[in-house]
């Protein structure tokens, strides 16, 4: 009884490790749970043209649309993790599903002033 107890504990010590050190991989990679500084500051400074991409979720209650990738606006919100793919399969059109951060979702729900010209 005593070893399996050793056991139990040295792997939920091997676990807690685990998950640890991948959640400092991902902090790393730019993967922060909240509201991080510099986006919401990015959403301070959007073009016209990306805020008539944002404001098409708002309004519309939606949080995922299909886009074109290669629209300039649309590749920038997704470089600034602002918009991200759902899927990784190449779609039979040129538009891809992209989906709103939700954290994006909310701040911007809240602060529509943001999304005007």
């Given at each position: 009884m005593k070893r399996d107890t050793l056991d139990l504990g040295r792997f939920l010590?091997?676990?807690?490790?685990?998950?640890?050190?991948?959640?400092?991989?991902?902090?790393a990679l730019g993967f922060r749970g909240g509201q991080p500084r510099?986006?919401?500051?990015?959403?301070?400074?959007?073009?016209?043209?990306?805020?008539?991409?944002?404001?098409?979720?708002?309004?519309?209650?939606?949080?995922?649309?299909?886009?074109?990738?290669?629209?300039?606006a649309v590749a920038s919100l997704a470089r600034d993790r602002i918009?991200?793919?759902v899927t990784q399969v190449r779609p039979v059109s040129n538009q891809?599903?992209?989906?709103?951060?939700?954290?994006?979702w909310s701040y911007l729900t809240a602060?529509?002033?943001?999304l005007s010209n």
């Open positions: 010590d091997r676990v807690k490790d685990w998950v640890k050190r991948a959640q400092r991989q991902l902090a510099e986006l919401r500051r990015r959403l301070q400074q959007l073009t016209t043209e990306e805020k008539a991409i944002l404001r098409r979720y708002v309004s519309g209650k939606t949080r995922t649309q299909e886009l074109d990738p290669t629209d300039g918009l991200f793919t891809w599903a992209y989906t709103i951060q939700p954290w994006v602060r529509p002033e943001l």
